[in-house]
């Protein structure tokens, strides 16, 4: 049967009935902005976890997602550059949405540390007072 057949019978298992070509087409795209994103956001695991979990994180969520994004299967065969131009783009996309992720948690990081301080200034003062 080989790895093809095999691999093209697992995508029809999964109800996925464009073929394998745009199965792995979509998967990529989807995959590279699923895992920019993920790796960028701090709520997602940040630097405490492993590069290896990240990467599996991404990949389940992909195949999450991928029921929904069976519309927008390519109908041939796209060129390689299309796919790199592609590719970039959706990179792109991921590591926008993890950075604003991140600008976010940093505010209210930042307004915490603002507020811890501020604290701690009115009650060294009130001790002062005689």
């Known amino acids: 049967m080989g790895l093809f057949g095999m691999l093209k019978g697992v995508v029809e298992g999964l109800g996925y009935g464009t073929g394998v070509d745009a199965f792995l087409v979509v998967f990529g ?6 895992v920019s994103a993920v790796s960028f956001s701090p709520f997602l695991g940040g630097n405490a976890a492993p590069n290896t979990v990240k990467t599996g994180l991404s990949i389940m969520l992909t195949f999450l997602l991928m029921p929904g994004l ?3 299967a390519p109908e041939g065969s796209i060129s390689p550059l299309l796919f790199f131009a592609l590719l970039l783009k959706e990179t792109a996309v991921g590591v926008t949405i ?5 600008l976010i948690f940093f505010a ?9 301080t501020a604290a701690w200034n009115f009650d060294v003062l009130r001790l002062q007072r005689p």
């Open 29 to 34: 795209l989807a995959f590279a902005r699923i």
């Open 70 to 72: 069976r519309a927008g």
């Open 98 to 102: 993890g950075v604003l992720s991140q």
């Open 108 to 116: 209210v990081q930042m307004a915490g540390a603002l507020v811890d």
